[in-house]
């Protein structure tokens, strides 16, 4: 039987009470119960370390550090944890560590209640995957390279795939350490990241497409950036495909469809 919503726990982490009783309300009409509140950091960590949940839904300033410090503490617990992120805040440096951590979503204060519908079917949809099925492959004999500089990223991008029924992963941490992987391996597909040191995934691009003259290839970019110029640049050197970040599983589930099934 697949999971539904009243299945999942939540720790909702939000320093205004007020608030905490609006999402819990918010929630509760999506038929989740196990609902447990903290107002602050330390009481987050200490309460995942007994009961961890399924998904911790934090506010972006609590009184003692902020949401990207909070998942970076929930990862080395447990990197299973699912996280959502509930704030008003927009600036783009601000939000950058939590897109770039794999968080299932970023809803505004207020945020409309479909989108937290879809932020919880996401989660669903990792905590209980149902593998992809595809004409041409098959999924378990899939070869993927995952390039990312975030430990956190690399981690949720290769649980989502690994949910999927892809077996075979092998992890860079940037586009020189890409190179060496594929000088020595096949791979089916390359889903890499855009800002990355070393070499980064545009740079990536231009050397799968022109140094090692392989233009079957397909690559996903899985990015933050907003900037169209670059991303038009990014198209032209030869990406299969762009995939903004946060994403739910769904949508990468689509994108594996056109990019292997095409």
Do not use: C
């Amino acid at each position: 039987m697949s999971l539904t919503a009243s299945d999942l726990s939540i720790l909702l982490v939000e320093p205004s009470s007020m608030q905490l009783k609006l999402i819990m309300r918010h929630l509760q009409q999506e038929g989740i119960n196990k609902i447990d509140g903290v107002s602050n950091g330390e009481e987050a960590l200490a309460h995942i370390g007994q009961y961890p949940p399924d998904l911790v839904i934090s506010a972006m300033y609590l009184p003692d550090m902020t949401a990207d410090e909070l998942i970076n503490s929930v990862q080395a617990i447990d990197t299973n944890i699912a996280f959502m992120l509930i704030s008003s805040e927009t600036g783009h440096q601000a939000l950058e560590p939590i897109r770039q951590a794999g968080v299932m979503a970023i809803l505004p204060k207020p945020f409309d209640s479909r989108d937290l519908r879809r932020a919880i079917r996401a989660t669903l949809d990792v905590i209980d995957p149902s593998e992809i099925e595809l004409e041409s492959y098959d999924v378990s004999e899939l070869s993927i390279l995952l390039v990312d500089d975030s430990f956190t990223s690399r981690n949720h991008l290769s649980r989502v795939l690994g949910s999927m029924g892809i077996e075979h992963i092998d992890l860079a941490e940037n586009g020189r350490e890409a190179v060496n992987l594929l000088s020595s391996h096949r791979y089916d597909l390359v889903v890499t990241d855009l800002n990355m040191p070393e070499m980064d995934g545009h740079e990536l691009t231009r050397y799968i497409r022109d140094e090692m003259g392989d233009v079957v290839l397909p690559i996903l970019m899985a990015t933050t950036e907003n900037n169209q110029a670059r991303l038009g640049n990014v198209q032209q050197a030869g990406v299969s495909a762009i995939l903004d970040k946060p994403f739910e599983p769904q949508t990468i589930r689509e994108m594996l469809f056109r990019v292997l099934d095409a």
